[in-house]
């Protein structure tokens, strides 16, 4: 019987370890990304944080979870936060608080019970701490390496479905937002700030699928509306096997850009959040994205940038995550 990838792997590394190859990279190969790494782990770096079958586990899935990563008290005050920007008792520059489709196209909703997403919170102090918390970026530098910038903020606050089903986030990869590569040294962290359960539409995720290429990506057709930029898999194989992430809150689950993930709809009347920041290895290179599989999403951030600052200042697609990305360890060196 052929052996399970992971094995192979386990197989590898015992035998490299015996004949006394070094295969654990280290940070000197990290700092320069064109170095050459054993390619039994291509995904990681060995900080001594990840234990070996961690790393396994990432090199052949996609993701991992840590459990009871972020305390209670910062959900408790990110939560407070979340809050206070809801109420407009402040107002943070940069930052897109997004109601969903269908009860921004229909109802008049106030405060926190129409809001979906806020997203690019890197200016909110509070906020921000998330990306900053040590316990993360010990994880982060695993798949970074050293020069850590945190690129994409959101707080995901996923409404009770309005029964349009419009609170699904489709089948997706990350990497298809982002004009910036290597794709390895990305990662997300995403921690649940409850108890995120198949009910209130926890993360759906398709294990192995950072191994392949970046999809193409467009709205679904979705009857009841699709939230804005919420691009999903065109041909997404619904017979992929699939994982629920059902997490606790605190939880936290790292993966990489290329791994296709969605949400299914919330069936609870309790909204359910989540706090996120897509990691970058600041070595990383902006990329043109002309004539590849990005180019709708880039003009559809190009087009929204022009109504935003208006038709004087282009800016373009690769200036818009320069402009957000906040460099969090180390030395801002590229991105
Ligand atoms: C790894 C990354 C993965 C992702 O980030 S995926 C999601 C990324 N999504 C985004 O970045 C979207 C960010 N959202 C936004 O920019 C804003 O929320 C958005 C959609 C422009 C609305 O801005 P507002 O300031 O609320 O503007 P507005 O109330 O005047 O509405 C303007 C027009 O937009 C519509 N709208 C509002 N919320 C929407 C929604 N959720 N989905 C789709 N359309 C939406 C709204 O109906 C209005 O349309 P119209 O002009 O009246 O036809
Ligand atoms: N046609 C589709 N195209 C792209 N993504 C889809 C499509 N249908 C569902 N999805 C996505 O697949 C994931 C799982 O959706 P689904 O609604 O089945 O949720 P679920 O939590 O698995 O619920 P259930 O318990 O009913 O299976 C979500 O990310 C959802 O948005
Ligand atoms: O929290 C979720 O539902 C997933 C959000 C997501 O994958 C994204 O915004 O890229
Ligand atoms: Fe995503
Ligand atoms: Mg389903």
Known sequence: ??????????????????????VRTSFTSAQ???????EALQYT??????SPEQRLAYEED?????????????????RKEFERICKRDVKIPGLVVMRDVSIAKSEFVQGEKAVTKLQDFQEDLELFRYCTLPQILKYV?????PNIMAMHTMLINKPPDTGKKTSRHPMHQDLHYFPFRPADRI??????????????????VLPGTHKGTLQEHNYPEWEGGVN?????????NPNHPRVHLEMEKGDTVFFHPLL?????????????????????SADCHYIDVEGTTQENISKEVEELARKRVGNDATISFQDSWAVRGRLVQGDRTSL
């Open 1 to 22: 019987m052929a052996l399970r990838a992971a094995d192979r792997l386990k197989v590898v590394l015992n035998h490299l370890d015996r004949s006394g190859v070094n």
């Open 32 to 38: 320069n990304l064109s170095h050459h790494r054993p």
């Open 45 to 50: 770096f060995d900080t001594d944080v990840l």
């Open 62 to 78: 996609g993701f991992i979870l840590i459990k009871n990563l972020v305390s209670e008290e910062d959900i408790n005050r990110f």
């Open 141 to 145: 530098e695993c798949f970074t390496g």
């Open 187 to 204: 990662v997300c962290a995403w921690t649940a700030m409850e108890k995120v359960t198949r009910q209130n539409g926890c993360l759906v």
């Open 228 to 236: 804005k930029m919420y691009h999903g898999i065109r041909n997404y």
């Open 260 to 280: 296709i993930h969605g949400s299914g709809m919330n069936r609870t009347p309790g909204f359910r959040k989540a706090i996120s920041c897509h990691y970058a």
